[in-house]
């Protein structure tokens, strides 16, 4: 599944702005990620974008920045659930499932205390979901926009990674 879920007897978690970036062929899906009090949900929500692949970098970034600025914790757990079961109807999927298996998936963060984006490109498990590697240096980008989008259409145009054995 794309959410994490955590046990609730854990400390709140400390949040950092996050989005994530869906495509397939023909569109791209910008969520900002948003977490619950107790750190038990991570999902996705408002504000919600769908492009066209065709897309310019400045909208593509716009968006990333719009998202990272309105990732927030605090979530009631029903606030969770309502907003993560929203998100595949919004990009015309009826599942999560749907989404898992049809669309590719690219996370951004800001990195905590630095003017930084963290760009990660996904890769999906053979028995599904996604995960990633290690941060890298390439995949970071300043908070401007047009840098933002730029780096997420190279991604998006180097096409999707290697599927990984689960």
Not at 14 to 32: G, H
Not at 33 to 38: I, K, M, Y
Not at 55 to 79: D, K, Y
Not at 98 to 112: D, N, R
């Amino acid at each position: 599944m794309v959410f994490s879920k955590r046990k609730h007897e854990l400390e709140p978690v400390t949040w950092f702005p996050q989005c994530r970036i869906y495509w397939n062929a023909n569109r791209i899906a910008v969520a900002a990620l948003h977490g619950d009090a107790v750190g038990s949900w991570s999902v996705e929500g408002d504000p919600m974008v769908l492009l066209h692949r065709s897309a310019s970098a400045s909208n593509v970034g716009e968006a990333v920045v719009r998202s990272l600025r309105a990732s927030r914790s605090g979530l009631t757990p029903e606030e969770a659930e309502s907003t993560w079961r929203a998100f595949p109807q919004f990009i015309g999927e009826f599942t999560w499932k749907a989404v898992e298996t049809g669309w590719e998936l690219i996370c951004v963060s800001e990195k905590p205390g630095a003017n930084v984006v963290i760009v990660y490109p996904m890769h999906r498990f053979e028995d599904g979901g996604w995960g990633c590697e290690q941060h890298d240096p390439e995949y970071e980008s300043t908070p401007d926009p047009e840098e933002i989008g730029k780096l997420v259409l190279r991604i998006i145009g180097e096409g999707p990674p290697q599927v990984r054995p689960g």
